[in-house]
């Protein structure tokens, strides 16, 4: 009673003032409630254009689309159940990750490789993987390095099968394997996007007599130095595999590029 007493004889200025900070107070607790709103749905865009352009990767790694095939943004819509919007963004993503070319009035095609541009990619994906080799056989766990010893002997299986989709699909996941192990994501982001690119050749290593083998070699190579926790040797023998596995992607270039010629 005395406290009501009390606050009627406050000046009603003074109790305007608290009225009106009352309302910038709840103005403030409802603040977050909408940027947390703003944020989820940025989060979610971010969540979906990530998955599109997963998905599309898959497409030109899968051999579904080669170098020089035309991707309209009708035909994406159908196959990846995906809004045009979503599907524009996605392709200028990959169009700046050098994937795809976008021309007026044609659309999005699949970005041609010369031989040069392989030698320049392989180039980098030498030195990115030289790293990645070093790291992984410093801070790999053990977890990992099963993973990676796993998907070696997933890619002896489809090689010995002949199974050209499985062996990309075991190439794919000796990468990831691999890329995981050297704990450093954006280190694997950028093997990744270069791989992607290089995508199409990945079957190449069928067309050499006595490169499976090899291969598969060399790749046991890397993982007894990662596991015997020696940089200098898992470097040595991520260097010797992207050596072979480079003059095999050349022969087989210049051997599609006859075979469009013929």
Request: hydrophobic fraction near 40%; aromatic fraction near 4%.
């Amino acid at each position: 009673m005395k406290a009501d007493v009390a606050e009627s004889r406050r000046p009603a200025s003074a109790r305007k003032k608290d009225t009106q900070g009352d309302r910038a107070a709840r103005k403030v607790t409802r603040r977050p409630t909408h940027q947390s709103k703003s944020q989820n749905g940025r989060s979610k865009d971010r969540l979906i254009r990530e998955g599109l352009s997963r998905q599309l990767c898959a497409l030109i790694t899968d051999g579904t689309y080669k170098p020089g095939d035309r991707i309209t943004e009708r035909e994406l819509c159908e196959r990846l159940s995906a809004s045009r919007p979503s599907i524009r963004e996605t392709l200028r993503q990959l169009e700046a990750e050098g994937l795809l070319d976008i021309y007026p009035n044609r659309g999005a095609v699949v970005r041609k490789l010369s031989t040069d541009t392989v030698l320049n990619l392989w180039e980098v994906r030498q030195a990115l993987e030289a790293v990645a080799a070093e790291r992984f056989a410093r801070h790999g766990s053990p977890e990992q390095v099963e993973r990676f010893d796993d998907a070696i002997r997933q890619m002896d299986a489809a090689l010995r099968a002949r199974d050209r989709r499985k062996i990309k699909l075991a190439k794919s996941e000796i990468f990831e394997a691999f890329a995981a192990g050297a704990q450093n994501d954006l280190l694997a982001a950028y093997i990744r996007q270069i791989n992607v690119r290089l995508s199409f050749l990945w079957s190449s290593s069928l067309m050499v007599a006595g490169r499976p083998a090899e291969s598969i070699k060399e790749m046991r190579a890397l993982l007894v130095a990662i596991r015997n926790r020696s940089p200098e040797a898992a470097r040595a023998a991520v260097i010797l595999y992207n050596e072979h596995a480079k003059n095999i992607a050349i022969y087989a270039l210049k051997m599609l590029e006859e075979q469009k010629e013929a």
